[in-house]
């Protein structure tokens, strides 16, 4: 993948953001079922969104760049949702990858398909030794998609994530290079 350009698979394309892309993002990011185990906070209109996405648009001009944005579609230019990836410590080649999909796409795959995609793209355009992830323990679904991704279960932090529910414990995942290289996910 060019580090400018969008990626494809049979089913999804993860792309750069544009302005156009607004009300969708905005709709995403405001959703109180997309944001049960989010421990961020919701921008509280559009304009908000808006400086969120003028900074995701940006990221391709920071020297070095660090973060990678992208939006999820399908094969339809169906907006499906958000997927990031930071380098966090670059003398290590260590990246953490966050997701966030609409909720009318959840259990059809398509999360697993962008996670494998940006881990690829990580791994064979970054040059990065780890990616890591993490996710609440009560979201199950998560789990199963940076399991099916081929990212292994490395730490259970106690109350590391402020919820609106309260603090919850984390699920911390990893993959290497080597196990990307050794299955080719």
Not at 4 to 15: A, K
Not at 59 to 83: C, D, H, M, S, V
Request: proline fraction near 4%; charge should be neutral.
């Amino acid at each position: 993948m060019n580090i400018n350009n969008s990626q494809e698979t049979n089913r999804i394309r993860l792309r750069s953001f544009q302005d156009t892309d607004l009300v969708p993002v905005h709709a995403l990011l405001v959703d109180p079922e997309s944001s049960v185990y989010n421990p961020g906070i919701a921008p509280d209109n559009e304009y908000a969104t808006s400086i969120v996405l003028t900074n995701w648009i940006n990221e391709k001009e920071a020297e070095p760049r660090i973060r990678y944005t992208f939006l999820i579609e399908n094969n339809n230019q169906q907006f499906i949702g958000i997927i990031s990836i930071g380098i966090i410590k670059t003398h290590y080649k260590n990246a953490e990858i966050w997701y966030k999909i609409c909720p009318e796409f959840w259990g059809k795959g398509y999360a697993t398909e962008a996670v494998k995609t940006i881990i690829k793209f990580g791994f064979e355009s970054l040059l990065l030794h780890r990616i890591e992830a993490g996710c609440a323990v009560g979201n199950v679904a998560s789990c199963k998609v940076l399991e099916k991704a081929g990212m292994y279960r490395e730490a259970h932090t106690r109350k590391l994530l402020p919820l609106k529910s309260g603090w919850s414990d984390n699920y911390g995942y990893a993959i290497l290079e080597e196990d990307f290289l050794k299955y080719k996910l």
